[in-house]
């Protein structure tokens, strides 16, 4: 039995953990559940998992959640809040295994501490590999803890390493589905609109990843991440355009094979695969072959989508320029889906908060915190700077 | 430094395995070689390799080869011949590794002798796991030997299965040109000409597995092989027609994770995988990923290549049936390339002969070779009766 802290329970990875711990409860039990602000899903949660330990955004909520608890007759869910409370939650001693499924400060100060108190690790977080995976990974390999990555790519690119040994490993390659505007002009760029940015092709996400697959910023983060999980240089992490994202990822070994990962477009799968890791368990999760009729794949265009030159340039630096690339994009993207600034400015402003980065490298979580701030003040001057006109 | 007997040397295998043992001299040593027929390309095969044992098919071609080497004053290297010959290269103390690349009686007794004497197999003999699967792998488990499949399909099928335990297959997928004929009205299968079975779209390959292509025979042989290479039941051994011949086959998870192993159409990939197995090797034999396009991939048509439905009842039964597919096929397709039947007489013929063997199970390789020798003779029967007047 497994026993299984969630980080981020009302999300959509946290979610999908959810329901398939629901469909193994002979192998996955919940022990805790860090469920951010959504009071109502939070109580829902606790009725149904009754976990040991519940953490919320702040004290208010805990209060309001606690009240509920106990009018309901609930005993022995503690409740606790904040970073604290989300580390609490993550290092529980009877928890063997932590998904990391928050976005933020809290999200990353409790993977790290999880990591440090020797949980196995199922990472849906990018961004806590993104902004701190330099010291999340050393972290790691100190504590012996395997960090299992939980989103498709990364996760495929796990499985197909597993055909050869990591030294054998020439390159690897991730799919991006291309977003929108993979076949849009160039010329028509200047005219993308908010709602045609959130048409993604293939997968239904959050707000925030949908515009980043829609840049390829999110392909970008990526490539930082697949660095850092599966310690490989920049250059050995290639981007092919895939429409169908039917195939996950590939690895290409130095003997000149590739393997590739192929199934159906649901986390759960992923999720089950980092849960049950090393062993594979049976689930409905069929990918038909006989559906399957044509894979097509296409170099990316690095001009139609300069974030991924950017996230490149980002991943040789590393450190600051990595924390600096994620917080950019994030007050970019917000801005955007504000309508403050075009689609074109978002790359616009990464680069610029990036030219003004300067090459450190953080040694603590908190450094990599006062980096994202920093960062994201940059950001934000750039945008009043650049974009004032439109906003007034 | 491992050292490597090849049975087979002058055919394609033959030629691309000693290609490899050139390309590395550091890890690889030829040990011994059967050579067949073709004196000329024996003699020249001694002059570069001194190989301590060299099989020919005969004692006049042996003492034809021995007369040359001593005229060019080689001297240790041990001239052989015939089916005793071939077993001795095999079976040599000093061999580490045997490249099974001969079709028929030599080939099957020499396989079988290496495996009980506990050398590494590399199988490119497809035909040895079809007649005789049930013999050599029980011998393999027995002496806890390797057999590494060298053909393209298997040896992609043992890549992917490295990603996962034996127990958590649920199918594997062989991908299959489809041949010549894949787009080819039924209707007009009856004028198919020996020129049109002959032009295989993607692999340049011997005449009698070219028209196996073409009847998808050659993809039944494999089921068979797969079968008894991985101990699945026929049920868990699917087809899927890929004319790119890019992804040379998937294996399938129980939780629904499919792995696909790609690489260029080159045997020497394989057979470096095989020779170097549990290890991956550095080669220039590069997949340009950037030239991928479109892979298409479709469900076979049991109506148009009735060879599949054939093999897939001779792997059910297996024993008899399967030495008999593989017999009458051979002498099928002799006929058919002879112009003495027609190229849907291959199928008929084969459906015929199954009919009429019996549920035996061999227990040796002489009782294989007897069955052998009755599925050829009921394949001839079969012949002059039906296509007499053709002959005529």
Chains 1, 2 share one sequence.
């Not at 009071?39 to 309001?64: F, G, I, K, Y």
């Not at 990555?149 to 490993?169: L, Y």
């Not at 680069?351 to 920093?374: F, G, K, M, N, R």
Request: with cysteine; charged share 25%; aromatic share 6%.
């Amino acid at each position: 039995m497994k026993r299984i802290a969630i980080l981020g329970s009302t999300g959509s990875i946290g979610q999908s953990t959810l329901s398939i711990v629901e469909s193994y409860p002979e192998r996955f039990a919940v022990s805790s559940l860090a469920a951010g602000r959504n009071l109502d899903a939070a109580h829902t949660q606790c009725m149904r998992w009754r976990p040991t330990v519940v953490s919320l955004a702040n004290e208010e909520l805990a209060a309001d959640l606690q009240r509920r608890l106990r009018r309901d007759g609930v005993s022995g869910t503690e409740v606790v809040w904040g970073t604290e409370g989300t580390v609490r939650a993550a290092t529980l001693p009877k928890v063997d295994f932590v998904v990391s499924a928050i976005v933020g400060v809290a999200g990353l100060q409790a993977t790290y501490e999880a990591v440090r108190a020797g949980k196995t690790i199922g990472l849906a977080n990018k961004e806590a590999m993104v902004a701190a995976g330099e010291i999340l990974t050393a972290a790691a390999r100190e504590k012996n803890v395997a960090l299992l990555p939980i989103d498709s790519e990364h996760n495929a690119v796990h499985q197909c390493m597993r055909a050869g040994r990591r030294s054998e490993v020439r390159q690897i390659w991730l799919t991006a589905s291309g977003g929108p505007f993979r076949t849009l002009p160039l010329s028509e760029f200047d005219k993308i609109t908010v709602e045609q940015a959130l048409r993604h092709p293939t997968w239904v996400m959050g707000r925030r990843i949908t515009i980043d697959s829609a840049t390829l910023l999110n392909k970008g983060l990526e490539i930082i991440e697949a660095c850092r999980l599966f310690n490989l240089p920049p250059s050995a992490v290639k981007v092919t355009v895939h429409p169908q994202s039917t195939v996950h990822s590939l690895v290409e070994y130095v003997d000149g094979s590739l393997l590739a990962q192929i199934s159906v477009t649901d986390m759960r799968l992923p999720i089950l695969y980092a849960l049950s890791y090393p062993e594979r368990v049976e689930s409905d999760l069929r990918f038909d072959m006989e559906t399957l009729s044509d894979l097509h794949f296409e170099a990316p265009d690095f001009q139609r989508f300069p974030c991924l030159r950017l996230a490149y340039e980002a991943a040789e630096k590393g450190g600051a320029h990595a924390i600096a690339l994620n917080a950019a994009d994030e007050v970019a993207v917000a801005a955007f889906l504000e309508r403050v600034i075009p689609f074109r400015g978002i790359p616009a402003t990464i680069e610029e908060v990036l030219e003004t980065t300067s090459e450190t490298h953080p040694a603590t979580i908190q450094e990599v915190l006062a980096l994202d701030c920093e960062a994201r003040e940059g950001a934000r001057e750039v945008l009043s700077r650049r974009f004032a006109a439109r906003r007034g």
